[in-house]
């Protein structure tokens, strides 16, 4: 099997898509996936959001695997809520980050319940080990956001899973309050925007 297929078949072999994902997560993230950082592609006045190094995938993923086994999704899921929403990394950078890891024998990967899980071997626990003292990755790139930005980032997160829970127990007529009220606040954030 070549390496490419290899990559594309762990990307989907029992793992949730990002998109069914996040919907199957506590009802986390109802507007897609990437919900996290809520400023978008220009992220705050303009600038691009804090995005991790290479190297911090790379170290995020020994740290967790160093506390127990985890799959593909459940890795994105615990840097995610870790750094608060501010790091939100995607299949795209985790999954052809535990293939490299694999083929320097740091990472092995089984099944487990039907799922594929990965796992630190030997060396990966020392590798871990030899890491163990730097400042984890995700508390580096949360501390690179001011903390106005990483309130208003929260406050998001609160407000999508607010919605989740109107959308799936609400009725018609809350529902459309609700929607109505999202309109008002999403007028009222570009009415600052257009501020001097």
């Known amino acids: 099997m070549s390496?490419?297929?290899?990559?594309?078949?762990?990307m989907h072999e029992a793992e949730p898509g990002p998109w069914t994902a996040h919907k199957m997560h506590r009802?986390?993230?109802?507007?897609g996936p990437g919900f996290g950082p809520p400023f978008g592609p220009g992220g705050p006045r303009g600038r691009r959001g804090p995005r991790a190094r290479?190297?911090?995938?790379?170290?995020a993923i020994l740290r967790?695997?160093?506390?127990?086994?985890?799959?593909?999704?459940?890795?994105?899921?615990?840097?995610?809520?870790r750094s608060n929403g501010v790091w939100t990394p995607s299949a795209g950078s985790i999954y052809p980050a535990l293939?490299?890891?694999?083929?320097?024998?740091?990472?092995?990967?089984?099944?487990?319940?039907?799922?594929k899980t990965f796992e630190l071997t030997e060396d990966g626990v020392k590798a871990a080990e030899e890491r163990s003292g730097e400042t984890a990755p995700w508390d580096t790139v949360?501390?690179?956001?001011?903390?106005?930005?990483?309130?208003?980032?929260?406050?998001?997160?609160?407000l999508g899973m607010a919605v989740m829970q109107v959308g799936q127990a609400g009725t018609p007529e809350q529902i459309k309050q609700?929607?109505?009220?999202?309109?008002?606040?999403?007028?009222?954030?570009f009415g600052l925007l257009a501020q001097d």
């Open 3 to 10: 390496r490419c297929h290899h990559h594309h078949r762990a």
């Open 27 to 31: 009802g986390r993230h109802p507007f």
């Open 54 to 59: 290479r190297g911090d995938v790379r170290a």
């Open 64 to 81: 967790l695997l160093a506390e127990e086994p985890r799959t593909g999704y459940a890795l994105m899921q615990a840097i995610e809520e």
């Open 99 to 115: 293939s490299l890891l694999e083929d320097e024998g740091l990472v092995r990967s089984a099944e487990r319940d039907g799922k």
């Open 142 to 158: 949360r501390g690179e956001v001011n903390e106005d930005a990483l309130s208003l980032m929260q406050a998001a997160r609160q």
């Open 178 to 189: 609700a929607t109505e009220i999202l309109d008002g606040a999403r007028k009222q954030l």
